[in-house]
């Protein structure tokens, strides 16, 4: 595993963690701001547009650069975006700001600053995670996952803390951490020099890893969408299911991408037909027990940690160490993209029938596993030496 992927797989766990921080405060400081619903949900929706249409740019430019203008790039906009969002808080409450102008000042650095600089933080991850050497790929790979799901459970929980003694003590703890973190990142990181080999392009073969895990990553938003929904119906499910649901998630994502993956060493290919079929078991199961969508969700976040390990990989190991920020660029904005499409559609399959998002999650870890089973999928990996 590169030397240099430490400090970012610390930079990427407080980034998120701090994101998801952010996440869990924002529901109620929107009310004292005065936010409507859909205001609400254009904050989250701007988030996701920008990452997924973000990402490749990123990945063009650390190719030409290299990782570390893009690193600090990104660690500027994490610091600049939590400061801007505290605040517009800060002066939409005291109502300093007007409600619409508090709203263009989030969208402006929650949703478009703070999302620039996760987007930029993911892709250097990623690609210095691909110049790894063949046999360490899957789990340099799972290690950047597998930081952003244990993120999903850190956040929350340290938001709720934190919002005991008030709401806007994470506003501004969060750029004061990311100013520190920035610091000593700056200090650490030493991008590895390295030969940058160029493989003849071959972008069709790369075509069933992106479309296998493009739909693995919108079955998951689709059942984390849903559980929202169902939690909603008392009848449906328990009371705090949404937060077991969640925790989960991120347990399972964490232990799958983070401990099995590196313990198992799997190759790319075999974890996508390991980790697609367990997912679908999964969505089975939940489809005919709605209300224990939390006791399974572990199950199914883990074989999409499998999964998605797997055709990031998979993607990684079809390029040279030349184009690596690019499909950086591009996995990250595979997983953006369903982010966009995801909670709409399930929001309107809902609205058909309860199951029907679980049915079409379902259908969509099937397509998945019968692409990884295609022969062309194991076609074209590049044996790529990586630095140390």
Not at 221 to 237: K, S
Request: hydrophobic share 60%; glycine share 10%.
């Amino acid at each position: 595993m590169p030397r240099s992927l430490p400090p970012l797989l610390v930079a990427l766990l407080v980034i998120y963690s701090l994101h998801q921080m952010l996440i869990s405060v924002i529901a109620p400081l929107s009310v004292e701001l005065g936010l409507t619903p859909a205001q609400l949900g254009l904050v989250f929706t701007v988030a996701s547009v920008t990452i997924a249409l973000s990402s490749p740019l990123w990945g063009l430019l650390l190719d030409a650069t290299g990782p570390r203008p893009v690193l600090f790039a990104g660690l500027g906009l994490c610091v600049a975006g939590p400061a801007g969002f505290a605040v517009a808080v800060a002066f939409g409450i005291d109502e300093t700001l007007t409600p619409d102008l508090a709203f263009v000042m989030v969208l402006l650095f929650r949703s478009f600053l703070f999302s620039l600089g996760l987007a930029a933080l993911s892709v250097a991850a990623l690609a210095v995670a691909g110049t790894s050497t063949h046999h360490e790929r899957t789990t340099a790979i799972g290690l950047v996952g597998a930081m952003q799901g244990l993120a999903s459970a850190i956040g929350p929980m340290a938001g709720g803390a934190l919002a005991l003694a008030s709401l806007q003590v994470p506003l501004y703890l969060s750029p004061v951490i990311a100013v520190a973190l920035a610091l000593g990142v700056l200090i650490f990181f030493k991008p590895a020099e390295g030969p940058r080999d160029v493989v003849p392009s071959r972008p069709w073969e790369l075509v069933p890893a992106f479309v296998a895990g493009f739909l693995m990553y919108l079955s998951f938003v689709l059942v984390q969408t849903v559980a929202v929904f169902l939690t909603a119906d008392g009848e449906r499910v328990e009371a705090g299911a949404l937060d077991a649901t969640l925790m989960a998630s991120a347990i399972g994502l964490a232990v799958a991408q983070g401990m099995i993956v590196p313990l198992q060493k799997w190759p790319a290919v075999r974890l996508m037909r390991i980790g697609a079929p367990m997912a679908l078991a999964g969505y089975a199961v939940i489809a005919v027990a709605p209300s224990q969508i939390n006791s399974v969700f572990a199950v199914v976040a883990a074989g999409v940690g499998f999964a998605v390990t797997g055709f990031a990989a998979r993607a990684s190991l079809g390029v040279g160490t030349a184009r690596q920020g690019l499909i950086a660029g591009l996995v990250t904005a595979t997983g953006g993209m369903t982010f966009v499409v995801g909670p709409m559609l399930s929001a309107l399959l809902y609205d058909m029938a309860p199951i029907a998002p679980v049915i079409a999650a379902g259908a969509a870890a099937a397509v998945a596993t019968g692409v990884s089973l295609l022969p062309t999928i194991s076609r074209g990996s590049m044996t790529v030496s990586g630095a140390n």
